[in-house]
C-alpha cells in the first residue's frame, strides 16, 4: 500500500495533516508493521507516506514522522541511525515517535523493555520522540542470511511470527493525539 498518501493528497496540505512512516527492515517484518500503521493512519484521516529509511527521506515536508526499526544485536540497523544523525534538525523541529521490532520484544516484560530502551540510546543522542512502542516480529528462517541463521541456531531461537496487528493499530490510533496533528 505504501506510498500513495501525501503524495496523493499534495493539494490537500493544511485540510489533512501528513505523516512519514520511516523504516529500516532486514527481512520483511519491520515493512509490513510499517505498513499497518500506515494503513490505520490514513484510515483515521491522515496523509501518509510509507518510505524506507534513505537519502531520499525529507522529513521536513511533513507535520511528523513515525521511525522504525528491527533490533539487531541491541541497535537499531544502521540506516535507521544514519537517518535519524543526518535529518536530527528536522527531526528536532518536529514531533517524533518511534517503533523498534524485535524477537526479544515477543515477551513484553520488563526485562525485554529495559532492552528495548536501551537500544534507543543512539537515536535518542538526536531526537527526543514524544513515544516510544515495542513489537515482537518474526523469524523466518528459510529467509535468513546463513550468518543471521547461524546466531539464531547459537541463541536457540526458533522462527515464527510474533507479530501482533492489533497491537501495532492501537498504538498507530494514539499517534495523532501524541503528535499533536488533533
Do not use: H
Request: charged content about 25%.
Amino acid at each position: 500500500m505504501s506510498g500513495g498518501g501525501v503524495a496523493a493528497a499534495e493539494g490537500l496540505k493544511g485540510k489533512k495533516k501528513s505523516v512519514l512512516v520511516c523504516y529500516a527492515s532486514r527481512y520483511g517484518s519491520t515493512k509490513d508493521i510499517a505498513e499497518w500503521i500506515e494503513e490505520e493512519l490514513i484510515r483515521l484521516g491522515m496523509a501518509v507516506d510509507c518510505r524506507p529509511a534513505g537519502r531520499d527521506v525529507d522529513p521536513a515536508a511533513y507535520d511528523a514522522p513515525v521511525l522504525g526499526s528491527p533490533l539487531y544485536m541491541g541497535k537499531w540497523l544502521p540506516e535507521a541511525r544514519e537517518q535519524v544523525s543526518r535529518e536530527r534538525g528536522a527531526f528536532g523541529r518536529i514531533p517524533v515517535a518511534v517503533f523498534s521490532v524485535g524477537y526479544s520484544l515477543k515477551e513484553p516484560n520488563e526485562k525485554a523493555l529495559k532492552g528495548g530502551e536501551a537500544a534507543l540510546s543512539d537515536v535518542r543522542l538526536f531526537i527526543t520522540p514524544r513515544d516510544a512502542a515495542f513489537f515482537p516480529g518474526m523469524v523466518d528462517p528459510g529467509r535468513l542470511t546463513p550468518a543471521d541463521k547461524a546466531i539464531l541456531t547459537l541463541a536457540g531461537i526458533s522462527g515464527g511470527d510474533f507479530r501482533d496487528k492489533e497491537r501495532v493499530c492501537s498504538w498507530a490510533r494514539t499517534l495523532p493525539a501524541v503528535l499533536g496533528l488533533l
